[in-house]
């Protein structure tokens, strides 16, 4: 077994900002059931890292000794997910999720292998002591457990120091660390450009010296990590890291047949967009959520792209060739998109029109009216936001950010749903295995819905 600390560092309320009453209700009933059944709960990762720096947390995960099984007798209302290791989802009222995991091992991490035995992604479904689930985690800053009994914070790595002298810093040895798991370089980028801290010197040197292990990645896994990156509201400075570190060109090869250099028109406008978005998506709008689709997001990645290899917004087709341009984009997008990130034909089909439709709106709205047989088209509201936030980008009319806006309380994509759900003839989305569903009116048994 590799060694890991015995004794960790115990951070006491008072050297440490995090008071209870930051910490979110269902969360805190989370773990206080936990404590009243016998068993140990931490809330843990980025909530414990967001709470120290004084921001809000998305999320209040929570590690435990308790089993996934124990744990679904506990918490009726939850569900078990995961493949590679199993996670309990507990769910409130209002879509709240509470993810609860078991402490876990370091079998993936054996300090005692050959350089030239290590694997990649092995598998690791043990459980584990609170040092070992520390140690496995990706960045020192987020190896942080907060004990609600004492209200202390349990640091194993170092992650506190790295929090005050704003560092990430992967955990362990960073190139060992992203050979087993290459998608560790992209969520050291991405916490980079969150929390706006300096990537450490070893780190930066492994996570450069590797980043073409990531092809050997699962696509579905590198296309989830790019749509966290680019919903995380730093898109921007995520980048511009990457850029610099050479990791975008590994991701988007194709970019490498334009010119990136500082000022050069592909990365100003490509660095403008993702400023825009990441200001669209740091909108609060009262009981609504904003939130621009994942095919939206990509189509606006590959704009300037799209734009210098295709001369895109001086296009001025109709007909037969409109129809035929389109293809030729479709067939881009396939070339481009189709293995490395498992998109969904429906995904590229919205991101083509979106593509292709993009020259008639600026041509259109520079006559301030917009036509009739444009305005009949079923794309013309996805196409309309999408040209709005093409238009600030280059300096426009700022897009209003409401329009993105989904009910924070409704069903995901309510008001605007992802071409990638599929309805049947009565209207369903053919979906297996739901969430359980709660409702606030007093008359549902239970906390289920009347159906």
């Given amino acids: 077994m590799p060694l890991v600390a015995a004794e960790p560092v115990i951070i006491t309320e008072d050297d440490h900002p995090i008071r209870l009453h930051d910490l979110d209700k269902e969360a805190l009933k989370v773990l206080y059931r936990l404590r009243d059944a016998g068993y140990a709960g931490y809330l843990v990762g980025g ?13 209040f995960d929570i590690s435990t ?27 409130f009222r209002g879509g709240k999720i509470i993810e609860v995991s078991t402490l876990r091992s370091q079998s993936e991490y054996d300090l005692d292998r050959p350089d030239d035995e290590i694997e990649v992604l092995p598998a690791n479904n043990t459980f584990g002591s609170l040092a070992e ?3 496995r985690r990706d960045l020192t800053i ?27 810093r992967i955990a362990g040895d960073p190139d060992r660390r992203v050979t087993v798991d290459p998608v560790r370089i992209m969520r050291a980028v991405r916490h980079a450009a969150r929390t706006g801290f300096c990537i450490e010197p070893v780190t930066w040197k492994a996570i450069v010296a590797n980043r073409e292990k990531l092809k050997v990645c699962p696509p579905s896994r ?12 730093a898109s921007e400075p995520w980048a511009c890291i990457s850029l610099e570190a050479g990791l975008f060109f590994t991701l988007f090869p194709w970019y490498t047949e334009l010119p990136m250099a500082e000022d050069s028109p592909p990365r100003r406008l490509l660095l403008s967009l993702l400023s825009v ?23 606006l990645l590959v704009l300037p792209w799209a734009e210098a290899r295709f001369d895109l917004l001086r296009q001025r087709l109709k007909g037969p060739a409109h129809y035929h341009f389109a ?3 479709r067939a881009a997008l396939d070339e481009i998109f189709g293995e490395q990130f498992n998109l969904k034909r429906m995904a590229k089909d919205s991101m083509t029109t979106l593509l292709v439709n993009l ?13 009739n047989w444009l305005r009949k088209k079923s794309y013309f509201r996805d196409g309309l936001r999408f040209f709005s936030l093409y238009r600030e980008a280059m300096g426009g009319v700022i897009a209003d950010a409401q329009q993105f806006a989904a009910a924070a309380a409704g069903p995901e994509h309510e008001y605007f749903p992802s071409p990638e759900i599929r309805t049947g003839d009565n209207g369903s989305t053919g979906r297996k295995g739901s969430r359980p569903a709660f409702t606030n009116r007093k008359r549902g048994v239970f906390g289920l819905r009347n159906r």
Avoid: C
């Fill in 65 to 91: 000794d308790a089993r996934p099984g124990q744990l679904r007798k506990l918490f009726r209302n939850s569900r078990t997910i995961g493949r590679r290791f199993r996670l309990v989802q507990v769910f």
């Fill in 327 to 329: 293809r030729e984009i």
């Fill in 47 to 59: 909530g414990v890292r967001d709470l120290y720096l004084s921001k809000k947390p998305k999320d």
């Fill in 133 to 135: 689930d520390a140690h």
């Fill in 359 to 371: 020259p008639a709106f600026d041509q259109f709205a520079r006559h301030s009216s917009w036509p």
């Fill in 277 to 299: 978005v990441d200001r669209v998506q740091q909108v609060q709008i009262h009981e609504y959520r904003v939130e621009i689709p994942d095919y939206m997001l990509l189509a």
């Fill in 142 to 168: 987020n190896s942080l457990f907060y004990e609600v009994e004492n209200r202390t914070i349990i640091d194993y790595v170092g992650g506190v120091l790295d929090l005050e002298r704003g560092i990430i």
């Fill in 222 to 233: 590198i296309r989830d990590e790019l749509l966290k990156d680019l919903r995380s509201g």
